[in-house]
């Protein structure tokens, strides 16, 4: 199984009155550590888009555990735990990189569709990024 990790330090705008990062920011981090999951296989997103396949979002989940705060530095791992030719599910883990403590788990998963927001089979659709996403597995 391949793990992308991607290093982010968390901004002041990304926490809330009490100091520790606000809940919705942990999607956004999400969509960081999947984007750069996806370049490692030597796509973009953008070139998914560019050959009609898209992959909006069906359903999300957050466990979280531990607040990050200001200025902390953290690690997005990232990985599919799921794919088939209709969908791909990445899992993640957030963890602060000064004492290795898992702050928060989350899954995302997503469709393939065309541009009609169709629901397409990748690996019939698209070979080519299919192979690349499966090697990624």
């Known amino acids: 199984m391949n793990i992308s990790e991607t290093k982010i330090k968390v901004r002041y ?59 902390d530095e953290v690690t997005i791992k990232t990985w599919v ?6 969908k791909v599910v990445f899992s993640y883990e957030v963890i602060r990189d000064a004492d290795n403590i898992t702050l928060a788990k989350g899954k995302t998963v997503h469709a393939f569709v065309n541009k009609d927001f169709k629901i397409i089979n990748l690996k019939k659709n698209n070979i080519d990024i299919w192979n690349k996403i499966q090697g990624l597995l």
């Not at 735990?81 to 209709?86: C, P, S």
């Open 81 to 86: 735990e799921e794919l088939n030719g209709a």
């Open 13 to 71: 705008v990304e926490t809330d009155q009490m100091g520790i990062v606000h809940h919705s920011n942990y999607y956004a981090w999400f969509e960081v550590g999947r984007t750069e999951f996806i370049k490692e296989s030597g796509i973009s997103y953008s070139d998914m888009e560019n050959n009609g396949i898209m992959m909006p979002l069906v359903e999300s989940n957050c466990r979280y555990m531990v607040g990050a705060k200001y200025e």
